[in-house]
């Protein structure tokens, strides 16, 4: 069993042009997230597409990049849930889409999985939309997981917005609730 990384152990940072030749290092199980990571999410941020935060555990003396986490703004069509359609209509909130923060990317490094990396930066996303939802208005935290990371999610808190076989599934949290 792997051992759990301390808070005290994780750092994050903005990515930026420093990072270049240290995300050359990163190692997941999904290409496309390596992919991501190295050719498009720096110029994502410079457009305004998306913005992404590197994971850091110290341990030995070293400190190693261990995972990343992407985030935009988007939103959610609240009928596609009955029980959250009916929870907004009964305090007369009528609106087709509520506001949402997005978890566009998560990927923690094979060689640090299942120590809470992933955990964390959900935590991290958590308190981003948390401190949006002051500015402008979030109520919740939402990601199209990967089958493979389904159970990751669910045991993050998240709710599946729409009971159907689509994929990939469209999973929320409520930011007000939880
Ligand atoms: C999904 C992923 C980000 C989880 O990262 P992680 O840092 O290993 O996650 P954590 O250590 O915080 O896991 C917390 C809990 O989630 C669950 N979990 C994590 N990875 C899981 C997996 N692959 N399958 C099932 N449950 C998983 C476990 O219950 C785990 O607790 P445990 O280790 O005590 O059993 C990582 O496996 C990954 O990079 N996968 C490939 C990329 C991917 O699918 N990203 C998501 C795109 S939507």
């Given at each position: 069993m792997p051992t759990r990384v301390q808070p005290c152990q994780i750092s994050y940072e903005k990515f930026s042009d420093t990072h270049s030749e240290l995300i050359k290092s990163f190692q997941n199980q999904e290409s496309d997230l390596v992919a991501f990571l190295c050719e498009d999410a720096f110029e994502n941020q410079k457009r305004g597409v998306s913005v992404t935060y590197l994971f850091f555990i110290e341990e030995n003396g070293a400190r190693n990049l261990a995972g990343y986490i992407t985030l935009l703004s988007d939103s959610i069509e609240?009928?596609?849930n009955k029980c959250l359609q009916t929870a907004f209509e009964s305090k007369?909130?009528?609106?087709?889409t509520l506001p949402a923060l997005k978890i566009g990317r998560i990927a923690t490094d094979t060689r640090f999985q299942r120590r809470g990396i992933a955990t964390a930066m959900v935590k991290f996303a958590i308190s981003i939309a948390l401190d949006t939802s002051v500015i402008v208005g979030c109520r919740f935290l939402i990601v199209d997981a990967k089958e493979a990371a389904e159970d990751f999610y669910l045991k993050n808190g998240f709710r599946l917005l729409?009971?159907?076989?689509?994929?990939?599934k469209q999973l929320y949290l409520d930011l007000f609730i939880n």
């Open positions: 609240i009928r596609q007369s909130i009528g609106y087709k729409k009971e159907d076989c689509l994929k990939p």
